[in-house]
C-alpha cells in the first residue's frame, strides 16, 4: 500500500495534481458506496477528472502509490461493478466529458464519436436531431453514460432486432494501467506489447476446437458475461483496433478506462406499431416469444401477471396490463410492420395458442410511449414495496436461448415456490433474456443464506440449460462466482489470461469480473443479517 499518511494525505496530494474535484466528504463516500446493486463498498476517495489528461494523472498516481481504481459511469448497474474501496473514478455530468466530438453520415449509415461521460438519452437526443438512433437502447438510459453502456455491453429491449451495443462500437479511446492514452482508430497509439500477446492469444483461441466451439455455439446468445471472446472469432474480418474495441465490451472497466467512443448508428423509424398479447399462462406466452420471434419483430417483453400485480392495478385504470393475465409487449418498425402484425395473429391462430383476450395493437405514437413507459417502470414500482419488502437484484439478469424459454419459466416457478418467494418475471424475452426480482423480506433472519441458496438454485438451472447468468447489465460482483461454472475452466483461464495482457498488476476493479468470493460479499448494511 502507500506511503502516503491517511486518507487526507491521498485526498491532498491527488488535488494539488488535478484540476477536477477530488472528493472524501461524508456525503460523497455514501452516495458512491452504492449503486442499484444489493452491495456496498465505502471508498477512499471519489475523482472526477476534468479531462483526459487528468484522467493519466489520476492512474499513473494509483499505480505508483498502489492503490486500486475503479471506473463508474452513471451508477445505474445492478451487478455491483461500479462500487470500490479505494479510489473510484467517475467521470463528471457536464463540461469536457459530455461532449460530442464527431457526427458523420452517409445515406444510411452513421457515426457519433462521444465523450465517455455522455448521457445516453443526450446521445440519443444528438442522433435523433439528425435522423438517426442508436438502437441498443438500454433501460437506464436517463442516467447511465455511453462509456458504462459499452463497458457493460448494454443492449435493452431491441436486441432482438438490432443487436447490443457492441454490435454498433467502432472504436473506443482508452487509458491504460500505466498511464498510456490508446485509440483504437490509431494502430500507432496501441503498444506493441498488447497486440503481440493478443496475437499469441488469438491464435491459440482459434486453434483450439474446444474452446473455439463453445464461442461459435453460444456466439448468437445475448450475453455480457466476462470478456467478449468473440471478438476473437471475428479477428479476420477486420483491424486489430477493431478487434480491442470489441473486447472492451462488456470489460467492467476492468482492463483499462474508457474514455471516447465511435458508435454506429441507424436511421430513426417512425413508423411504429405495439401489440399487447394476454395469455393465462405464463409458460404459454413464453412459447408464444418462440413462434413470433423470427418475423423480423423489434422487440418482445415479456410482463408475469405478478410483477403487474406488484406494482399496482391503481396505475392499470386504462386495462392495458390488467393484472389478472401474463403479457407480451411485442413491437414493430419499418414499412413491413402491418404485414408482421398479421402474421403474429395468424401464428397464434394456427398452432392454436390459447388466449386470454383479444390482442391490443397500438399505433398512435402516444399510446406507445405510454406502453414503454409503463415497462420501464417496472423497476422503480418494484423498488417501493415498503419498509421491509424488497425486490433484489439477485439473480436479475439471466439469459437462454428463446426454444427453451418456456421450460425454463417452468423451472423457475418451481423454484421460487420452493423458496416460498414471490417474485416479479419480467425481460426481454425474445432474446431470451429475463428480469427476475424476488421479493424478500429483510427483517426475517438469514438474508445472506436464503440470498445464496436461491442463486445457487436459479444459476443452476440456467447452466442446466446452457445458459447465461448475465444477458446485457455486465458481469459485475453479482455474477462474478458463477462466471467459471458458466463457461468452464479452458475460457475461464482464456479470459484471466486477457485481464493480465491489459493489466497485469490488477489496478483496475478487482473483484468485479474474475472473482472467488461470494454473491453475498459485501452485502448492504440493511442486508446483513444472520445466515
Given at each position: 500500500m502507500t506511503a502516503l499518511s491517511g486518507k487526507k494525505g491521498v485526498v491532498n496530494k491527488l488535488q494539488s495534481l488535478l484540476q477536477g474535484q477530488v472528493l472524501s466528504d461524508?456525503?460523497?463516500?455514501?452516495?458512491?458506496?452504492?449503486?442499484?446493486?444489493?452491495?456496498?463498498?465505502?471508498?477512499?476517495?471519489?475523482?472526477?477528472?476534468?479531462?483526459v489528461e487528468d484522467l493519466q494523472k489520476v492512474i499513473r498516481f494509483a499505480a505508483g502509490e498502489g492503490f486500486h481504481?475503479?471506473?463508474?459511469?452513471?451508477?445505474?448497474?445492478?451487478?455491483?461493478?461500479?462500487?470500490?474501496?479505494e479510489i473510484v473514478v467517475a467521470l463528471p455530468h457536464d463540461g469536457f466529458w459530455q461532449q460530442v466530438k464527431s457526427f458523420n453520415s452517409q445515406d444510411t449509415h452513421a457515426s457519433i464519436t462521444a465523450r465517455a461521460g455522455m448521457l445516453h438519452n443526450a446521445l440519443q437526443d444528438t442522433l435523433k436531431k439528425e435522423g438517426y438512433h442508436l438502437p441498443a437502447d438500454v433501460s437506464s438510459a436517463g442516467i447511465s453514460q455511453i462509456g458504462g453502456n459499452v463497458a457493460t455491453k448494454a443492449s435493452g429491449p431491441h436486441a432482438l432486432k438490432y443487436g447490443s451495443i457492441d454490435r454498433f462500437v467502432e472504436h473506443i479511446e482508452f487509458v491504460t494501467p500505466q498511464g498510456e492514452l490508446v485509440n483504437t482508430s490509431e494502430p500507432g497509439s496501441i503498444p506493441t506489447r498488447i497486440l503481440k500477446q493478443l496475437d499469441t492469444l488469438s491464435q491459440r483461441i482459434l486453434s483450439d476446437t474446444s474452446i473455439r466451439g463453445v464461442l461459435e455455439a453460444r456466439r448468437l446468445m445475448k450475453t455480457s458475461s466476462g470478456y467478449n471472446l468473440f471478438s476473437f472469432l471475428d479477428k479476420n474480418q477486420g483491424t486489430a483496433g477493431k478487434m480491442l474495441a470489441q473486447l472492451f465490451a462488456g470489460s467492467n472497466g476492468t482492463l483499462g478506462y474508457i474514455t471516447q467512443v465511435e458508435l454506429l448508428a441507424e436511421p430513426y423509424e417512425n413508423s411504429r406499431a405495439t401489440m399487447l398479447l394476454y395469455f393465462a399462462d405464463l409458460a404459454e406466452a413464453a412459447r408464444a416469444v418462440?413462434?413470433?420471434?423470427?418475423?423480423?419483430?423489434?422487440?418482445?417483453?415479456?410482463?408475469?401477471?405478478?410483477?403487474?400485480l406488484l406494482m399496482g392495478k391503481k396505475?392499470?385504470?386504462?386495462?392495458?396490463?390488467?393484472?389478472?393475465?401474463?403479457?407480451?409487449?411485442?413491437?414493430?418498425?419499418?414499412?413491413?410492420m402491418y404485414t408482421q402484425i398479421e402474421a403474429?395473429?395468424?401464428?397464434?391462430?394456427?398452432?392454436?395458442?390459447?388466449?386470454?383476450?383479444?390482442p391490443v395493437v397500438a399505433t398512435d405514437e402516444a399510446d406507445i410511449a405510454r406502453l414503454w413507459k409503463l415497462r420501464k417502470q417496472i423497476l422503480p414500482f418494484l423498488n417501493n414495496l415498503g419498509p421491509n419488502l424488497k425486490a433484489l437484484a439477485v439473480?436479475?439478469?439471466?439469459?437462454?436461448?428463446?426454444?427453451?424459454?418456456?421450460?425454463?419459466?417452468?423451472?423457475?416457478?418451481?423454484?421460487f415456490t420452493k423458496h416460498a418467494v414471490e417474485t416479479a418475471i419480467y425481460g426481454h424475452a425474445g432474446s431470451g433474456n429475463l428480469h427476475l426480482r424476488p421479493i424478500f423480506d429483510i427483517s426475517q433472519g438469514g438474508l445472506q443464506g436464503r440470498i445464496k441458496r436461491l442463486a445457487d438454485d436459479v444459476y443452476g438451472a440456467v447452466f442446466r440449460?446452457?445458459?447465461?447468468?448475465?444477458?446485457?447489465?455486465?458481469?459485475?460482483?453479482?455474477?462474478?462466482?458463477?462466471?467459471q461454472q458458466e463457461w468452464g475452466d479452458k475460457i475461464y483461464?482464456?479470459?484471466?489470461?486477457?485481464?493480465?495482457?491489459?493489466?497485469?498488476?490488477?489496478?483496475f476493479n478487482p473483484g468485479v469480473l474474475l472473482s472467488g468470493g461470494s454473491i453475498t460479499d459485501n452485502l448492504r448494511h440493511e442486508l446483513r443479517n444472520s445466515f
Open positions: 461524508e456525503t460523497t463516500l455514501t452516495r458512491f458506496s452504492h449503486d442499484y446493486s444489493i452491495y456496498e463498498i465505502r471508498p477512499l476517495a471519489v475523482v472526477q477528472p476534468y479531462d481504481i475503479t471506473p463508474r459511469g452513471g451508477g445505474s448497474g445492478t451487478a455491483g461493478g461500479a462500487l470500490g474501496k418462440n413462434a413470433i420471434r423470427n418475423l423480423g419483430v423489434a422487440a418482445i417483453e415479456i410482463i408475469s401477471r405478478e410483477t403487474a396505475e392499470y385504470r386504462n386495462n392495458v396490463l390488467e393484472g389478472e393475465n401474463h403479457t407480451l409487449l411485442v413491437e414493430f418498425d419499418g414499412h413491413d403474429v395473429k395468424q401464428i397464434l391462430r394456427q398452432e392454436g395458442f390459447t388466449m386470454a383476450r383479444e439473480v436479475n439478469d439471466v439469459g437462454v436461448d428463446p426454444r427453451h424459454l418456456a421450460d425454463f419459466i417452468i423451472e423457475l416457478q418451481n423454484i440449460y446452457n445458459g447465461t447468468v448475465a444477458g446485457e447489465h455486465g458481469t459485475g460482483r453479482l455474477k462474478a462466482p458463477y462466471l483461464n482464456t479470459m484471466k489470461e486477457v485481464k493480465r495482457i491489459f493489466d497485469p498488476d490488477g489496478l
